[in-house]
């Protein structure tokens, strides 16, 4: 059995390992979009004085989540790191038309648009 073993080359049993740890990588990836997809997450917006709009945002993730907010022609107005169920507020973003994006690293959790119009937000 040993003799046997020192007949397989070198090369073979390296192109195996390579192939074992690619195949975990994958594994261990796979799992964690597994947990991403039974994650559910909801902001909801809120009209405060002064023009100022307050946000929270909702879902099962402990960790640090990254809240965007773009104007429709893809300037970044408002990046804010959050956690959840915390409230933030974003001062003066003036009326219009706005995209906003919530991420937990490299996963985005939600994304929507919001407008604001005089006194009223809509959003989705």
Partial sequence: MIKALKQIPVAL????????????VLL????????????????????????????????NISGTLHFYLFSTEGK???????????EKQIKNPGPGTYIYQCFENDTQLKNGILKIIENNLIYE
Avoid: G, P, W
């Avoid at 049993?13 to 975990?24: C, F, R």
């Avoid at 917006?45 to 945002?57: A, M, V």
């Avoid at 107005?77 to 959840?84: D, G, I």
């Fill in 13 to 24: 049993v390296k192109a195996a390992l390579i192939l074992l740890i690619a195949l975990l």
């Fill in 28 to 59: 261990i990836n796979s799992s964690r979009a597994a947990e991403r997809s039974n994650t559910r997450t909801t902001i909801t917006f809120k009209q405060e004085k002064n023009n100022e709009i307050s946000f929270r945002i909702y879902t």
């Fill in 76 to 86: 970044q107005v408002k990046h804010l790191e959050t956690m959840n169920e915390l």
